[in-house]
């Protein structure tokens, strides 16, 4: 017999060796199972604890009313920023509105052409208020008011219409009426077609 068929008779008395050493084995396995009852193996399924069912519950009426509150706090945000806005066109109407009764500083402006242009200056808390008749500007086109202190910065007052006619007109203008030193308009050009000093007020 060669070598190598001696080393595979060799594996298979092993194997026959060590098969009643695991049948021995398994055979302990199975009466150790056959002892123990099968309600210990499998248990019931596990019902969820009040308290568990409880803490959920409340996590989701927290967090319902995290999400509530920031929804107030948005509409609140957006409610104060409209009454802010409200509030805020409501004191400009006071101011442009509410004028023409104090005493104001007349000044005629010399025009270009046709146009002309009577003016009343008023000193408010935010600016120079200016009432102005004006005329003899084209029609379908828009002209611009200005005020200029020392400084040459000129201010806008506002934006109108040209018309032949005469239009009457109440700006404003961010310059103290004590610092404005001019009263000008422009057409849609940029060129002077009314313009006049304003004599100090201090």
């Not at 060590?18 to 499998?42: C, G, N, W």
């Not at 007109?169 to 009314?194: Q, S, Y």
């Amino acid at each position: 017999m060669t070598t190598e068929a001696c080393r595979d008779w060799r594996g298979v008395l092993g194997a026959t060796r060590r098969a009643p050493v695991e049948m021995r084995d398994l055979t302990a396995v199975a009466r150790a199972l056959d002892s123990v009852s099968a309600t210990d193996i499998i248990s019931p399924a596990t019902e969820p604890s009040g308290a568990l069912a409880g803490r959920v519950l409340e996590r989701v009426a927290r967090e319902r009313g995290v999400q509530s509150a920031r929804r107030q706090r948005r509409v609140m945000a957006g409610t104060s920023a409209f009454v802010a806005a409200a509030a805020a066109v409501i004191a400009l109407v006071l101011v442009v509105g509410g004028g023409g009764t104090a005493p104001g500083t007349s000044v005629v402006l010399k025009g270009v052409g046709s146009a002309k242009a009577s003016t009343t200056l008023r000193a408010e808390t935010v600016g120079t208020e200016v009432e102005m008749k004006v005329g003899g500007l084209r029609p379908g086109h828009y002209y611009w008011l200005w005020l200029t202190g020392d400084n040459g910065h000129r201010i806008p007052a506002g934006t109108f219409g040209g018309s032949l006619g005469s239009t009457h007109l109440r700006m404003m203008a961010a310059l103290p009426l004590n610092e404005a030193r001019r009263i000008w308009v422009t057409d849609d050009k940029d060129h002077v077609v009314l313009d006049a000093p304003i004599p100090s007020t201090a």
